[in-house]
């Protein structure tokens, strides 16, 4: 226990240490909301993806995989194709017209490519964004109190709530700058974390067969990618439903507004590649 505190400290240190150097960085509102608009490809892929796979695949995803089985590889199929979709031909579009409008959130952009002429585009777009961001920002509060819960014996609550100010203390301070480099970090150990562990898992299962002769002994159905039952309307009908989640990717506006942030449209083109890699090997 006192190991996982020791490394749980040292984490938080980093990302306090982020949100100051953030800080000192930023010189106007641009700097504050899109990292003055010159985040290199790296930065910007990486924090695409700790956002958009955030608790939703490491609890989600994970949890929806020990529920069904192997059926649940459709959900990543659609998340692929969303990522692919998104930066391969919407990323650089929404960048030039960002920078043509000089917009610096989601709803400047619509604001502006609209033509609204008052305030009702900008007030609606804003309030439907903060009803559902609360709900996005809300499910990853919970996360973080259920994971703080399993790994450290913390109460829920206590943990949720020590999540929240930490995060919150970094992007006050520190901006999108912080969130972004944040996610570098964040992205860089959830990558290494979701190829060590399945192979950890492999290991102990002493294989593939081993592991599917488990799975078959639990349930048929979770070796089946077509579900329990196997293939049928209903489970047609579920398996589009797991490839439509990925259509998310398509409109999210926390993964668009780091569209946005990157420096030019060249950095586009090599980020979409290790956007793309990123999310086939995770």
Sequence with gaps: MEIKLVILFLYFLILFFIGWQSSKRIKDIKDYYVGGKKLGFWVVAFSTRATGESAWLLLGLTGLGA?????????????????????????????????????????????????SKTNHLRYLSSIFLTFFIIIYVSAQIDATGSAFEAFLDWNYFFGAITGYIIVLAYVVFGGFLAVAWSDLIQGSLMFMALIILPLIGYATFDGNFMMMEGLENIDKGLISIWGEGGFNMISLSTIIGYVCIGLAFLGSPQIFVRFMSIKNESEINKGRWVAVIFTLIT
């Excluded at 194709?81 to 917009?103: H, I």
């Design 67 to 115: 529920m069904v089985g192997v059926s649940a590889f459709w959900v990543v199929l659609g998340e692929v194709l969303g990522v692919f979709g998104a930066w391969f031909f919407m990323a650089k579009k929404f960048k030039k017209l960002t920078d043509k409008y000089k917009s610096i959130t989601v709803t400047d952009y619509l604001v502006r490519r609209l033509g």
